[in-house]
């Protein structure tokens, strides 16, 4: 069974870091473009990072030097190193792929809390 299974969120204060990382397995087939996606209470989810294959990345801007995002296609991984975060960086991080087939799939959330 095709799943994604995501890790390193937690609870930090402003101006630290977390490395939040995304391992797909199963018969998941070979990932194009892989990103994270994130959700604040009360808001609509937003796309905040993706990497294709290759290794081209697009960030939003309000992420823009301080996330850092990076994969390992041999281990089907993504990572989302996050730096000097904000309290308005607190959400739910989800992890999403999609195949070269297009078939798109995502991870169960991993809550990042940033106190003031």
């Known amino acids: 069974q095709e799943q994604l299974v995501e890790s390193g969120g937690g609870l930090v204060r402003a101006g630290g870091s977390l490395r939040l990382s995304c391992a797909a397995s199963?018969?998941?087939?070979?990932?194009?473009?892989m990103g994270w996606h994130r959700q604040a209470p009360g808001k609509e989810r937003e796309l905040v990072a993706t990497?294709?294959?290759?290794?081209?990345?697009n960030l939003v801007d309000s992420v823009k030097g301080r996330f850092t995002i990076s994969r390992d296609n041999a281990k089907n991984t993504v990572y989302l190193q996050m730096n000097s975060l904000k309290p308005e960086d607190t959400a739910v991080y989800y992890c999403?792929?999609?195949?070269?087939?297009?078939?798109?799939?995502w991870g169960q959330g991993t809550q990042v809390t940033v106190s003031s």
């Open positions: 999403n792929v999609e195949t070269i087939f297009r078939r798109t799939y």
């Open positions: 199963g018969s998941i087939g070979i990932i194009n473009i």
């Open positions: 990497i294709t294959r290759p290794g081209s990345t």
